[in-house]
């Protein structure tokens, strides 16, 4: 393939505009909000699951609670009536006074733990109320974080985008100007070079694998024609020569 030294020259512009393209892509994928957004987004999830478990454990203590006291009222209502029967003067049989006076002691000393256990569970639902209201703060911390975060990182990448396409509209302009064939080389070396497919032959030395040409190769540059097209035999980019090339 012949093509003009000058046109060799314009796809270094293009080189570089692709260059510039694939570091805006990489800036785009590996931008440090992208990860702080995973991690708010991480720490929300798991506050909001575990305030939704605090709210069942509120629950079912809850529940607990209403059955204990529940059960402290069977207890009082058992006391006040035994009381009034024996306050009512209708027992006289000193056999059932003394039964009722027994059952009376055993149902004082059943109302005490029963209330034990009613102020037990009125302390645990204390502290349950106390985990839901923090983690539903923490909840919401987290979410205002992670929005804070999210507008932040939506419009890092607003701005990316526009000079992505910036770029973009820069390298179609410079394309433009190329013979089809000579883009399509530069094309296709480049996608299997990590995105190298045109250096900078600079005193001697290739700009895309940094190696220096050895010298019988060198010499074969030299002779040839400022129309050909010369690829490095190291990293196959299309060699273009300069006025600094070193040949
Ligand atoms: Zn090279």
Request: hydrophobic content about 40%; charged content about 30%; overall charge negative.
């Amino acid at each position: 393939m012949n093509i003009d030294p000058q046109i060799q020259v314009q796809l270094l512009d293009i080189q570089g505009k692709d260059t510039e393209v694939a570091q805006l892509e990489y800036k785009r994928a590996t931008l440090p909000a992208i990860e702080v957004k995973k991690e708010l987004q991480s720490n929300f999830e798991r506050a909001r699951d575990q305030h939704i478990a605090s709210e069942m454990i509120l629950s079912d203590l809850q529940r607990e609670a209403l059955k204990a006291e529940g059960d402290v009222e069977v207890v009082r209502q058992r006391v006040a009536k035994d009381e009034e029967m024996l306050n009512s003067g209708v027992i006289n049989d000193p056999k059932q006074l003394s039964n009722l006076q027994h059952e009376l002691e055993s149902l004082a000393k059943r109302q005490l733990d029963l209330e034990d256990v009613e102020l037990e569970v009125m302390e645990r639902v204390e502290g349950a109320k106390a985990a839901v209201q923090l983690l539903a703060q923490q909840k919401l911390d987290f979410s205002t974080q992670l929005e804070s975060v999210s507008n932040e990182l939506d419009s890092e990448l607003a701005a990316l985008a526009v000079d992505l396409a910036d770029v973009q509209v820069e390298r179609e302009n410079l394309a433009a100007a190329i013979p089809a064939e000579f883009l399509a080389l530069y094309e296709r070396i480049r996608k299997g070079h990590q995105g190298m497919g045109a250096a900078k032959l600079h005193r001697g030395q290739c700009e895309g694998c940094r190696l220096t040409i050895p010298p019988q190769e060198l010499n074969a540059i030299k002779a040839a024609s400022p129309d050909a097209v010369i690829q490095c035999e190291e990293c196959r980019c299309i060699l273009v020569r300069t006025a600094d090339s070193g040949i």
